[in-house]
Each structure stands twice: as structure tokens, then as C-alpha cells.
């Protein structure tokens, strides 16, 4: 892990800050001057203001740039000042200009694609595999996008005119795939490159420095951290968070100040987190590795706290038979917790265009909390060798089903 030797581009402060430093006064920088401590929460919906003709001006320059000046938001699907500290405090952490914050990754993700079609570039470019729903939402079109699936080799033959982004997750969810996304920013010419770094966070890889113009967070995961807020968030030029603003007053996927608050709170302690979580994720894959009971380990090269693995025995048996660990969709909590992908979080994609991206039968993904390592081994060696004695009824093809 480089965390504590890099620098984050600071664009406030004259000398570079590391990560850590960023983590915990990014987004706070005004507090002591306002003989504060904590970051306010502002629950306002609405703000008044004597003056129209101002309010007038001020919503016609957001209408035609998308930005707010300094005063005070009209109105808070436009802006919030507490989701507007996390948004600040992520772009310092993804080393990009900006970042405009949503209700949820989905509402992120449905923002870009949004933008894009706007200028009537509807097509998109996208590598598997991608988060279940993120499949979904560009397989099934459901915003009138059309998607060409391909291996990061095949992304620049792919690109047309109206190709107006591609897209890519690295780590992948849930097989941890991995992709070159300096190589594959560079095939992607003057086009676009979402990465969605949910799983690597900003501690482990920047991928805007690799030349993605655009790095998408479930902020659900690791920067809530805690497993009690939703959020989304997509990191980018001030051009990009522009249009993004813009689809956000005007679709209204916008994040709970309450959200913003939880997640700006959630960043000061994410590089201890992850050093942490990643750190037990690595003794508990060697430990997998050198299990006979299991077939395939799955782990980043860059780390992390997300494992995936595939027992020879029933997966669904490892799910039914854990008691220290959760077993619960989503990830990156201080909790551990495992699900089965073909079962739920990948269950709405192709159970063809599933196994054909890697996402097996078998797999099981674990998202690695700050439990102590060997409780958490004592409960999956419990879990593997109950799954071994039970008859294996191994998941058969079956049908595609929503959800
Ligand atoms: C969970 C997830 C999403 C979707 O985020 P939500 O906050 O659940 O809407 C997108 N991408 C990845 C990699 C995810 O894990």
C-alpha cells in the first residue's frame, strides 16, 4: 500500500498533503474559524432570501453552467452545504477538480449516462464484470443507452461516433478482476473512462491519475464504512460536475445532508480502515489458498479488503452455517459479511453473460471488516467444513429473475 508516502494535489494548501492528512481535515478546512469543531448539519429544504432579482441571476447561471456561487442554495435539490464538505473532501482524495454526490451509486451511475445522452452519445463501451445492477441498468437500457460488451483489448475497436463513454470496474465486483486502466484510458481516446473504484477506494488507487476522467463510488461501501448510509458519488472535472449538478436539480437523485454528514465522517477514518481490514483479508486468503477444502482463491494484486473464493463443497452451505460473519449483500462495513453473487448481488444478470464474465456457481465474495483474524477464520473453517459434510447440491442453471 502507498498511502503514506503519497500526495494528494492539494489544491488549497501550498505544500502536498498525504492521504491520511487529507482524510481527516479535507471538506473541514473553515470549521475553526467558525468556532466549530464538528462539521454543522444543515437539514434545510428551502433558504430565504429578500431578494429575487438575486435569486433570479443566481438560478439562471446555474441553469446555463450548472455552478452556485458562494452564497447561500436556494433550494436543497440544487446544493447542500454539508453534502457539499464530503464532495469536497472526495475530490481531494481522487485527486480530481471536483465531485458531485447522489443518493445512491445507481442514481450516480443513471447521472452519467444521463449527461452523456443528453449530447446525444448514447452508446456505451463496457467491460464484465461490472456491480449486478450496474449490468443491468446498461444491458436492459433503461435509459435509452445501448451497451456493446467487450474484453479491455476490444474497447477501441468498439468506440463509434456516438460512443460517449466506457465503462469499467478494476478490482471487479465480484471476481476482483483486475484491468491496466492507464492502458485502457489510453484505448479509450478522447472518449470518457468511468472507472468504479468502490472496491479500491482513493487508499489504494487513483484512477484519475491513470487517466480516467471520471472515478464512480458506491459511497455506500467503504467511504460510509459503517454500514448505515447510502450514497453515491462520481469524482471529475469542474466541466463534468457541472452537467452532473444539473442532471441531479433536474432528476433529483440527490444524497441526504444527514447522508453527506455520515460520509464525510466516514472519510477521516477510511485509510485506517482499509490498512486495517486489507491487512486480515491478506491472512485470510492464505490461509484459503492453503485450504484443500476450497478450489479457488480470488485477490487483488493491489490488496484490499474484498475476497472472493470458491469451496468444492456447497457455497450455500458456507452461507447457512456462519455465525461471526454476516451473511448480507453489500460490503465494505467495519463487519464481515459473504454473499453468494449468482444468488443475489449478481442475480439479475444473464446467468449466461454471468458465467461467462467469471462469476461462477460456486463464488463466494467476502467483504473483510476489523474483526480479529483468527475469530474470523475459526468461523469460516467451521463454515467450509460444514459445507463439505452436507450433500452437495451445487447450484444448477436456473432461471434469469429480477431482484
Ligand atoms: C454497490 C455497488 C454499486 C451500486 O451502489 P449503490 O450505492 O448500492 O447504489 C455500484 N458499483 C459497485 C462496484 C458496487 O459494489
Known amino acids: 500500500m502507498e498511502m503514506d508516502t503519497d500526495h494528494t494535489a492539494d489544491l488549497t494548501s501550498p505544500t502536498p498533503r498525504a492521504l491520511a492528512t487529507e482524510a481527516v481535515h479535507a471538506g473541514r478546512e473553515d470549521l475553526a474559524g467558525l468556532g466549530l469543531h464538528a462539521p454543522p448539519l444543515d437539514l434545510s429544504t428551502t433558504y430565504p432570501s429578500y431578494d429575487s432579482r438575486a435569486e433570479a441571476a443566481r438560478i439562471d447561471a446555474f441553469a446555463a453552467e450548472g455552478a452556485l456561487d458562494d452564497g447561500p442554495p436556494v433550494y436543497a435539490r440544487l446544493g447542500n452545504p454539508t453534502v457539499g464538505r464530503f464532495e469536497t473532501a472526495l475530490a481531494r482524495l481522487e485527486g480530481t477538480e471536483s465531485a ?76 476482483l478482476a483486475e484491468v491496466d486502466l492507464r ?15 468502490t472496491f479500491a477506494t482513493p487508499v489504494l488507487q487513483r484512477p484519475a491519475e491513470s487517466g480516467a476522467g471520471l472515478v464512480l463510488h458506491s459511497a455506500t461501501k467503504y467511504l460510509g464504512g459503517h454500514g448505515d448510509v447510502l450514497g453515491g458519488v462520481v469524482a471529475c472535472t469542474e466541466e463534468f460536475a457541472r452537467r452532473l449538478r444539473q442532471v441531479r436539480f433536474a432528476t433529483g437523485g440527490v444524497l441526504h445532508p444527514l447522508a453527506g454528514y455520515l460520509l464525510l465522517r466516514g472519510l477521516a477514518t477510511l485509510p485506517v480502515r482499509m490498512r486495517a481490514a486489507s491487512a486480515t ?18 485477490y487483488p494484486r493491489i490488496g484490499g479488503a474484498m475476497v472472493a473464493f470458491e469451496p468444492l463443497g456447497d457455497p450455500h452451505e ?72 452436507a450433500p452437495d447440491q451445487a447450484p444448477r442453471p436456473r432461471s434469469r429473475a429480477a431482484g
Do not use: K
Not at 444491458?139 to 483489448?153: Q, R, S
Not at 483479508?281 to 476450497?294: F, G, K, M, Y
Not at 458465467?355 to 483468527?374: F, H, I, K
Open 100 to 175: 458531485v454526490a447522489f443518493a445512491s451509486g445507481m442514481a450516480a451511475l443513471s447521472a452519467v449516462l444521463l449527461v452523456r445522452a443528453s449530447m446525444g452519445l448514447r452508446h456505451v463501451v463496457a467491460v464484465r464484470p461490472l456491480y449486478g445492477c450496474s449490468d443491468h441498468l446498461l444491458d436492459a437500457g433503461l435509459l435509452g443507452t445501448e451497451v456493446t460488451w467487450v474484453d479491455p483489448a476490444g474497447v477501441a475497436d468498439a468506440i463509434r461516433p456516438d460512443t460517449g463513454l466506457v465503462v469499467v470496474e478494476s478490482p471487479a465486483n465480484p471476481t
Open 281 to 298: 483479508a491478506a491472512r485470510l486468503v492464505r490461509r484459503l489458498t492453503d485450504d484443500p477444502r476450497v478450489g479457488a482463491v480470488h
Open 183 to 197: 492502458a485502457l484510458a489510453h484505448s479509450c481516446g478522447s472518449v470518457p473512462l468511468l472507472a468504479d473504484n
Open 318 to 389: 458456507v452461507i447457512a452455517a456462519v455465525r461471526l460473519i454476516t451473511p448480507a449483500v453489500s460490503l465494505g462495513s467495519v463487519d464481515t459479511l459473504i454473499q453468494h453473487p449468482a444468488s443475489i448481488s449478481h442475480r439479475i444478470v444473464d446467468a449466461d453473460d454471468r458465467r461467462s464474465s467469471g462469476v461462477g456457481d460456486r463464488l463466494l465474495r467476502m467483504s473483510v471488516g476489523l474483526e480479529d483474524a483468527d475469530d474470523l477464520w475459526d468461523d469460516l473453517d467451521r463454515a467450509l467444513s460444514a459445507a463439505e459434510s
